[in-house]
């Protein structure tokens, strides 16, 4: 899967918001992978004005053995709050959006051949009085087989679904007016000083259109000088939605560079950069977090940016494993000595 850009789609933001679909996309094209229908771009952010029109163009790639019906439909998506997965609904009641202009064309299926690709152009057209929001919408493919490979009996027709998302936003100007506050941060208050301890953060987005999540996570103590810093990852939160953040550490982020560095040799070299990269972020970006070293003690200070928005938060760590262990032993010491004595009584006894 690669992705392109449409004219009406900057880079740098249709990059952003790509990397909040790529999970679901992923899945979407892995459910397909037997019929081997490629679909791009897997998603888009386009801004339109009321009033105004513009075409989308999705296309579709047959690069698998069987002729495929394709039937395309519209559905609204929404987040779920949490991992910025998508969630699929049943229908949409956005009728500006429409395969080549005609609401007709819903529903309406078509034939791609082995090794034909098509593109089909959708077109948004606004009346003049549209309501100033961002729309989420889902264009679902649905590929069924049409004939099967061999007169085998265990032959089965396959069907599958690919997605299209796309988040319309309806509005004057392209301005950013995404809004992010951080929603909560959980860690604890008092930790033991050999265990560690975990903290993650959910964000909310009260603006009025999507927005790239952009801070960091930092700790710091006295007296040490160096503080470790997390990089939030720019995951894109839906307007009026919540999202944990994902961050990364410098380290790793410094290794990314280097991995980006050298991406030229290693296309060339004939290695799959884009999947070595993706397995490494994967491993190393998360949402909630462990901070762990061989002995914490005092006072452990958490500041988290999110935006303009600032929360610091104290973790105490202190030894009570010692001080467990220390308030055990004179217990322990007297069942002992009183087992102790009681055996001593027994032998006495039988002797």
């Known amino acids: 899967m690669f992705l392109e850009f449409s004219n009406q789609v900057k880079p740098s933001k249709y990059l952003l918001f790509a990397l909040f679909f790529l999970a679901i996309s992923s899945k979407f094209v892995a459910a397909a992978s037997a019929l081997d229908l490629?679909?791009?771009?897997?998603?888009?952010?386009?801004?339109?004005?009321?009033?105004?029109?513009?075409?989308?163009?999705v296309k579709l790639k047959n690069d698998g053995l069987y002729?495929?019906?394709i039937?395309?439909?519209?559905?609204?998506?929404?987040?779920?709050?949490?991992?910025g997965r998508v969630v699929l609904e049943q229908k949409s009641d956005f009728t500006s959006l429409n395969l080549e202009g005609d609401k007709d064309n819903w529903g309406k299926n078509f034939i791609l051949k082995p090794?034909?690709?098509?593109?089909?152009?959708f077109v948004i057209a606004l009346p003049s009085d549209a309501k100033y929001e961002e729309r989420y919408l889902s264009i679902l493919f649905q590929a069924k087989q049409l004939s099967f490979a061999s007169a085998s009996s265990k032959d089965t027709l396959i069907s599958a679904i690919l997605v299209s998302n796309v988040v319309v936003l309806i509005g004057g100007d392209e301005q950013n007016r995404g809004e992010l506050t951080i929603e909560q941060f959980y860690l604890p208050k008092i930790v033991d000083s050999f265990i560690g301890f975990s903290f993650s953060a959910l964000v909310k987005n009260i603006g009025i259109n999507s927005t790239p999540i952009d801070g960091y996570i930092k700790i710091s103590h006295w007296p040490d000088q160096n503080s470790e810093v997390y990089?939030?990852?720019p995951d894109m939160v839906l307007a009026d939605n919540t999202r944990l953040i994902r961050a990364m550490s410098e380290d790793d982020?410094?290794?990314?560079?280097?991995?980006?560095?050298?991406?030229?040799?290693?296309?060339?070299a004939g290695n799959d950069y884009a999947s070595v990269k993706e397995k490494f972020i994967n491993e190393k970006?998360?949402?909630?977090?462990?901070?762990?070293?061989?002995f914490l003690i005092g006072a452990y200070d958490l500041e988290l940016k999110v935006g303009d928005d600032v929360l610091?938060?104290?973790?105490?760590?202190?030894?009570?494993?010692i001080l467990l262990i220390v308030i055990l032993l004179p217990i322990l010491y007297w069942i002992f000595a009183m087992f102790g004595r009681f055996f001593k009584k027994l032998v006495d006894l039988k002797s």
């Open 253 to 268: 982020l410094k290794t990314l560079e280097k991995m980006e560095e050298g991406k030229g040799a290693q296309i060339a």
């Open 285 to 294: 970006l998360r949402s909630k977090f462990f901070y762990k070293k061989s």
């Open 67 to 69: 002729t495929l019906e």
């Open 115 to 121: 090794g034909e690709e098509r593109i089909l152009n």
């Open 38 to 57: 490629k679909i791009y771009p897997p998603t888009a952010y386009l801004s339109v004005k009321p009033g105004a029109g513009i075409n989308h163009q």
């Open 71 to 83: 039937t395309p439909a519209l559905v609204d998506f929404h987040s779920d709050d949490k991992f």
């Open 312 to 321: 610091q938060k104290r973790v105490i760590a202190l030894p009570f494993s």
């Open 231 to 233: 990089e939030l990852y």
